[in-house]
């Protein structure tokens, strides 16, 4: 009679120590990016690109500058540039990421006009990888409602504030904290029941006093 095989007596083979871990370190970004993914594309399909999510709500807007679009002027005077340092003077503003190129920022322009007529609350707009010649032709033809214009040529301002397309525009409380988000053109609905309503809502809670210990 043969000898057995020792292997056949043996039970089933372990995993060597931390596999498990090793194999949770790569499946997990595997699993977070597909889950992002799916966000994206349900935002995408619903038609209401303004679903995507932002990191950046309730926290202060990235420190950044935006310098001048060259040769801007508005009724005789330079229109300045901003930095967002600006944003946090104590009342609510609008900051409107646009290009001359994007078609639907032309198709929201009247209606961003139409809030500051509405709301009086200040716009700053900034002009994204863009020619400062065509910037200012969009600007005389559609109308200019931003009290500043501030020029992003290389993209940069944008990836920090997580910008993912133009136009996008975002509502800032007076601490300068981001509150509100919508990605894609403003449309007279959004205008009205998402955008003024979160200004108004900003501007509320500005208008509460500060509770004294």
């Known amino acids: 009679m043969s000898a057995a095989d020792p292997s056949a007596q043996q039970g089933p083979k372990r995993a060597p120590p931390g596999t498990a871990s090793r194999f949770g370190w790569v499946v997990a970004p595997v699993l977070v990016f597909g889950a992002l993914v799916g966000v994206f594309a349900f935002a995408l399909q619903s038609g209401d690109p303004s679903r995507l999510p932002s990191a950046l709500i309730g926290k202060p807007a ?12 508005d009724a005789g005077r330079a229109v300045p540039g901003f930095a967002s340092g600006e944003l946090a003077g104590g009342n609510v503003s609008v900051v409107n990421f646009w290009a001359s190129w994007c078609a639907t920022c032309a198709e929201e322009q009247s209606l961003l006009v139409e809030l500051k ?3 009086g609350v200040a716009l ?3 002009n994204y990888k863009d020619d ?3 910037a200012r032709r969009f600007l005389g033809r559609y109308g200019n409602p931003f009290r500043a214009v501030g020029s992003d040529e290389n993209g940069r301002a944008a990836i920090e504030w997580g910008v993912y397309g133009m136009p996008e525009t975002f509502v800032v409380n007076g601490r300068g904290e981001i509150v509100f988000k919508h990605v894609g053109a403003v449309t007279p609905e959004s205008l009205q029941t998402r955008l003024m309503p979160a200004i108004a809502q900003a501007q509320a809670a500005a208008a509460k ?3 004294t210990r």
């Open 124 to 126: 700053y707009g900034v």
């Open 132 to 134: 400062a010649v065509s």
């Open 209 to 211: 006093p500060v509770p």
């Open 62 to 73: 990235p420190a950044t500058e935006f310098p001048a679009l060259p040769g801007l002027v």
């Open 117 to 119: 007529q509405r709301t």
